[in-house]
T-cell receptor
């Protein structure tokens, strides 16, 4: 079936290290992907997005990689900071459907 | 430029009552989306609206739930005869016309608690 899932429900990293959050998807028709950050008690906040005709996109301290061959998406955060602690969601969209969210990964930044 | 505004922030209802959740999109955004989130879960799509039109309601329960986005005023998500299973965080999002269904901007949500 169609799903967007994450490999790990939790991830702990040392402050200053790089973080990599992974996401698997199963719908080969997905043409758009997006990452959101959600802090406790708040709404999801846009981080970065990528279309299926690209395999990499960079933002400020963040990079999204898309591997369509294995249907895998990752979010890389450089020099992770305490303020990066949050739940991170990937989401996908096809031409016919709305954004479908994965279950999220809790990122904890250790001092 | 104010973001997506949702109210109330918290809403407590007893079983059988009605819940009304309001959402004002970002300025210039004419597309509104409602999502529901249970604790420690991802967001589940409910409904997608444009002004005076429901575009996609495939995620809405068939009964008790309705949504509107009138020509004037906020979008309303209405839940009639609430049950305990309706307890969740309800998020509204909006997008500009040229990024419909893609780059959604979310509000802070309404936490609905049904006693």
């Amino acid at each position: 079936g169609e799903s967007v899932g994450l490999h790990l429900p939790t991830l702990s990293v040392q402050e200053g290290d790089n973080s990599i959050i992974n996401c698997a998807y199963s719908n080969s028709a997905s043409d758009y992907f997006i990452w959101y950050k959600q802090e406790s008690g708040k709404g999801p906040q846009f981080i970065i997005d990528i279309r299926s005709n690209m395999d990499k996109r960079q933002g400020q301290r963040v990079t999204v990689l898309l591997n369509k061959t294995v249907k895998h998406l990752s979010l890389q955060i450089a020099a992770t900071q305490p303020g990066d602690s949050a739940v991170y969601f990937c989401a996908e969209k096809t031409k016919a459907r709305q954004l479908t969210f994965g279950s999220g990964t809790q990122l904890t930044v250790l001092p | 430029n104010a973001g997506v505004m949702q109210n109330p922030r918290h809403l407590v209802r007893r079983r059988g009552q009605e819940a009304r959740l309001r959402c004002s999109p970002m300025k210039g955004h004419s597309h509104v989306y409602w999502y529901r989130q249970l604790p420690e879960e991802g967001l589940k799509f409910m409904v997608y609206l444009q002004k005076e039109n429901i575009i996609d309601e495939s995620g809405m329960p068939k009964e008790r739930f309705s949504a509107e986005f009138p020509k004037e005023g906020p979008s309303i998500l209405r839940i009639q005869q609430v049950v305990r299973g309706d307890s969740a965080a309800y998020f509204c999002a909006s997008s500009p016309p040229d990024r419909a269904r893609e780059k959604l901007f979310f509000g802070s949500g309404t936490q609905l608690s049904v006693l």
